[in-house]
């Protein structure tokens, strides 16, 4: 029948010690024994004739005698061998303590070194912090989850991935700058409407007044603004239709000559435009049909149409400049862009703003 072979493992920190003949005495159940040889894993006991079984386990006190002082370790020893004919005892230490191992240590380097051992020595080495700290070693990639694994690489590279996300919004700024200033053309101006009238002054005097503000629905006969003539007479100028006060073209307290504009009126059935101003150098870019975004400044809201007519300045039409009440600036001309959906003529007079792309590479939002 065969036999099962019986391994025991004896733990690391007890394996190979070197083994000492430093006298010491052992005492167990209150009776000393010499001690024939000892080490940090454990010790061999002579003189021992007890009955007792490997494997149990009962308390040790070891007695070392240095020059000047007896100091006293207490362990738990298990039983390994026993031979009851010699009356040895093979012990070896069970649960001990960092403090513990430290101190025995000490003891095996003090002896092998020649050193004279203190007391305070003894001590300090008790109270000292004699645990091992284990490194922070990244496990083994099969041991660690895959969350692990990607919170690592994650925090490795968070830097980069910084630095990679800035890159790309500089990149990002600078192309949206390039197409801005490349294809995106701007012009402010107003809103207008192409059957629109102008009330303009019946003779020379000073405006003294506005009874309607932009945006008003007025009816025939309406009083839309009072003029104080040179002789001192006051008349009233009157609206003709059912129409949308427009812009004020003259500011109170202005000297008027006659027929200079006073204010314009739309149609209440008419169409809206919007005219833009923009400068010579980019209108000459500006072709018709391209696509623009009003925005108006009153509000948030965007309106889109696209170009209807440009005027550039040494053609643009003195009456229609009148009709509007627009002043076009040296090198600049005027832009009439056409809305895709109707914008109400109660807006007329309102300012504006307006984008004008060249190329349709990104929709306006």
């Not at 830097?159 to 949206?176: D, N």
Request: hydrophobic share 45%.
């Amino acid at each position: 029948m065969a036999t099962q072979l019986s391994i025991t493992h004896e733990a690391a920190s007890q394996r190979q010690h070197l083994r000492l003949r430093l006298p010491i005495a052992a005492t167990i159940d209150g009776q000393d024994y010499p001690v024939g040889d000892w080490s940090v894993g454990g010790l061999r006991v002579s003189e021992f004739h007890h009955d007792v079984v490997v494997g149990q386990v009962f308390p040790v006190s070891l007695r070392f005698a240095f020059e000047g002082f007896d100091m006293t370790f207490d362990a738990d020893a298990e039983v390994r061998h026993h031979d009851p004919l010699a009356g040895v005892i093979g012990l070896c230490f069970a649960e001990m303590t960092p403090q513990r191992l430290a101190i025995l240590h000490y003891v095996i380097d003090a002896y092998l070194s020649g050193e004279v051992v203190s007391a305070g020595d003894v001590l300090q080495v008790v109270h000292r912090d004699n645990s091992a700290r284990m490194r922070a070693a990244a496990l083994p990639e099969q041991q660690r989850s895959r969350g692990q694994a990607l919170l690592d690489a994650i925090k490795r590279n968070v830097g980069l991935a910084l630095i990679a996300c800035a890159g790309i919004a500089l990149a990002i700024y600078i192309v949206a700058n390039l197409y801005t200033r490349t294809f995106i053309v701007s012009g402010d101006g107003a809103i207008v409407s192409p059957q629109g009238q102008i009330v303009r002054a019946p003779g020379a005097g000073v405006l003294v007044g506005f009874q309607v503000r932009p945006g008003d629905l007025v009816e025939p006969g309406a009083v839309l603004a009072t003029l104080e003539r040179v002789d001192g007479r006051v008349t009233n100028l009157t609206s003709g239709c059912l129409c949308v006060v427009g812009e004020r073209l003259a500011q109170l307290g202005e000297n008027l000559a006659k027929a200079a504009p006073v204010i314009s009126l739309a149609p209440l059935g008419g169409t809206t435009r919007a005219t833009l101003v923009v400068r010579l150098k980019d209108i000459r870019k500006v072709e018709i049909g391209d696509p623009v975004a009003i925005n108006f400044f009153n509000d948030t809201t965007t309106v889109m149409g696209r170009v209807e007519r440009v005027d550039l300045p040494g053609f643009t039409d003195p009456t229609k400049l009148q009709r509007t009440g627009l002043q076009v600036p040296e090198l600049a001309g005027t832009v009439t862009v056409r809305f895709n959906r109707e914008v109400p003529v109660a807006r007329i007079g309102q300012p504006v703003s307006g984008r004008i792309r060249l190329y349709q590479l990104f929709p306006f939002y």
